[in-house]
Nanobody, 125 residues
Framework: QVQLVESGGGLVQAGDSLTLSCAASGRTFSSYAMGWFRQAPGKEREFVAAIAGSGGTTYYAESVKGRFTISRDNTKNTVVLQMNSLKPEDTAVYYC??????????????????WGQGTQVTVSS
């Protein structure tokens, strides 16, 4: 039983940076695999980045590789998405997701059981 809440979205210009945070409830956060997804207007939800449980192994979508970094702080029950060199095509609602018992990382919507409400990121050109 986990509740996820995203924050940190906003309006930025192309080339700027933005940090998204996901706060999780519960005492078993460290054992959860976590991920970030996004959904642009008129588009389907797509995978952005994932991080495994205690091991911390990460994986990124090709479109954000080298620009975004996912990390977690199990003491604070948070997962962070650091976004650099933002592009207009990064504009979307960003969602945090969690999967219990996840030693590995996961990239599919169906792999996750818990979702946040989303936070809007808008990048102007």
């Amino acid at each position: 039983q986990v509740q996820l809440v995203e924050s940190g979205g906003g309006l930025v210009q192309a080339g700027d940076s933005l940090t998204l945070s996901c706060a999780a409830s519960g005492r078993t956060f460290s054992s959860y695999a976590m991920g970030w997804f996004r959904q642009a207007p008129g588009k389907e939800r797509e995978f952005v980045a994932a991080i495994a449980g205690s091991g911390g192994t990460t994986y990124y979508a090709e479109s954000v590789k080298g620009r975004f970094t996912i990390s977690r702080d199990n003491t604070k029950n948070t997962v962070v998405l650091q976004m650099n060199s933002l592009k207009p095509e990064d504009t979307a609602v960003y969602y945090c997701a969690g999967r219990p018992g996840g030693t590995n990382y996961y990239i599919g919507d169906h792999d996750y059981d818990y979702w946040g409400q989303g936070t809007q990121v808008t990048v102007s050109s």
